[in-house]
């Protein structure tokens, strides 16, 4: 129809005008004048024949059989009314032009996973295969995907694409090209008795005496109980992250001095943020301020939030630092992300604890939950606060802070563990992403346990117990983590405490 109306305009209406002027004198008895669309009297002039040309249908408003009563011209005859010279030349065959896309109609130019596809719906698609998204429909799922449209409803537009035939495993196996260098960085862990040298522990700083000299931040959702199965020699080539480094690497994170807690004149966050956006940008979400456990003040709703988006800066900012999260491409980068969110954040926070004489859980910003040990829960006297850690505090100070301060748990075994904990779960991540995370997580284990066995001795009849006991803290903290998803959530549907969204992101699987 569109061809029909360009070709009409530019180059049939002149053409027939001219051509009724020649054929008006003409004998048209041989003509079925009905099938031109003329009426059946003959005209004797010209306006006559203009005033029935100018009641033509109209082919702007053709998409089928006319209406009308008169039938519209056939085309074919005007054609044939016309000189060869003046008819209009088809494309080429082999023109792109002639490709429609399966998904939403507009112009396809090659194939593109499998079907012709515009490039719209072959970006929408590459984006939503790679960061593994999940949209929604609002109505009944049976939204029109056109051209015009095709943006209204991501969701039937992503179930259109694989309805049409897109394979997502040709999206997984673009993004594997370019990677086989970093891949072959991490190689197959060795079957021999681990026998590491650990003359570099020696020179690494001393465990946290007191509450300002450490700084820590939460994780979140699944880890579990991992063993690893054989202990190697790490390759001095391999290890790119040795625990003095990883100290240093805390360090430097938690050293941001740009503003200070109280500082009134910090940049505008944005609260409302997805976690896959802020996690990229954390700046967004809180400035980098100095942290700061000091214990200076009972803890509000407020500084709760204010805490826990702070902690998600620097949680970001230390992964990020590490050699092993950078050889992860982006997909497994956000799932590893949002699962060590607020594992780390309960880990980093206990060890913090069980370094100073403090009952509770404590913030950068000097906030602090108090515990009451005695009676064995939460007394900020803040009912909010109290039933948003109601259930989570005591497990945190009995399971994790107790057997810390009773095995004097140092920051070497802390920072190998948190390791160990990071890099515990694979499921969910691309091939290369789940043998990065199993071969760091073997590594940094097999160093902790040739730490323990080394330097704690005097402290341990049995390296292998105090290795255990220090895994069995993981479990711990993967319940704290169910624990406080469930608090949160329930605090947002009462709104009890207001959330930023990229908080809440971070708690949904």
């Not at 059989?65 to 008819?87: C, D, G, I, N, Y």
């Not at 086989?180 to 960085?185: A, F, I, M, P, S």
Request: with cysteine; charged share 25%.
């Amino acid at each position: 129809i569109s061809r029909l109306m360009t070709t009409r305009r530019m180059l049939i209406d002149p053409l027939l005008a001219q051509l009724i002027e020649k054929i008006e004198p003409m004998d048209t008895s041989g003509y079925d004048n009905a099938n031109i669309g003329f009426s059946s009297a003959p005209s004797s002039s010209s306006n006559s024949i203009n005033h029935h040309l100018s009641s033509m249908p109209n082919l702007d408003e053709m998409s089928g059989p006319s209406s009308s009563s008169t039938a519209p011209p056939p085309v074919h005859r005007l054609f044939s009314l016309l000189p060869p010279s003046s008819l209009p030349l088809p494309p080429p065959s082999n023109s792109s032009s002639n490709l429609i896309c399966r998904v939403c109609g507009d112009v396809a130019f090659g194939k593109h996973y499998g079907v012709n596809a515009c490039n719209g719906c072959k970006g929408f698609f590459r984006r939503s295969v790679w960061s593994r998204r999940h949209y929604n429909c609002r109505f009944d799922g049976d939204c029109p995907v056109i051209k015009e449209h095709r943006n209204v409803c991501r969701s039937c537009r992503l179930k259109k694409c694989f309805d049409v035939g897109m394979n997502a495993d040709s999206v997984q196996n673009e993004r594997e090209k370019g990677r086989e260098v970093k891949k072959r960085k991490i190689k197959e862990e060795k079957s021999t008795q681990t026998s590491y040298q650990m003359n570099s522990f020696s020179s690494v700083s001393p465990p946290y005496r007191s509450i300002d000299d450490s700084v820590l931040t939460p994780p979140d959702s699944q880890g579990g109980l991992i063993f690893c199965s054989k202990l190697f020699t790490p390759d001095s080539n391999e290890c790119t992250s040795t625990p003095e480094m990883l100290i240093k690497l805390e360090d430097e994170t938690y050293g941001y001095a740009h503003l200070s807690p109280d500082d009134g004149n910090r940049p505008e966050r944005e609260p409302n943020l997805s976690f896959d956006v802020a996690f990229k940008r954390p700046e967004l979400v809180e400035s980098r301020y100095l942290m700061n456990f000091s214990n200076r003040r009972i803890a509000s709703p407020t500084q709760v939030c204010q805490g826990f988006r702070r902690h998600f800066v620097m949680c970001a900012d230390w992964l990020f630092s590490l050699d092993e999260f950078n050889l992860l491409d982006e997909c497994d980068q956000y799932i590893i992300g949002k699962r060590a969110y607020h594992m780390h954040g309960w880990l980093s926070h206990s060890f913090i604890v069980s370094q100073s004489e403090e009952e509770g859980l404590i913030f950068s910003n000097g906030a602090i939950v108090p515990y009451d040990k005695e009676r064995g829960e939460c007394s900020s006297g803040d009912s909010h606060v109290d039933s948003l850690f109601g259930q989570s505090l005591p497990r945190m100070m009995q399971f994790l802070v107790k057997p810390m301060r009773e095995m004097e748990m140092d920051r070497i075994e802390y920072i190998l563990l948190m390791m160990v904990m990071i890099f515990a779960e694979s499921s969910g991540l691309t091939p290369s992403g789940r043998h990065i995370c199993d071969t760091t997580r073997d590594r940094h284990l097999s160093l902790l346990y040739s730490y323990i066995k080394k330097e704690k001795e005097s402290m341990s009849d049995d390296a292998t117990l105090r290795l255990t006991k220090f895994l069995l803290m993981i479990s711990t903290v993967t319940s704290l983590c169910h624990l406080l998803s469930d608090s949160v959530l329930s605090s947002m549907t009462f709104n009890t405490i207001n959330f930023d969204n990229v908080c809440v992101d971070a708690l949904k699987p």
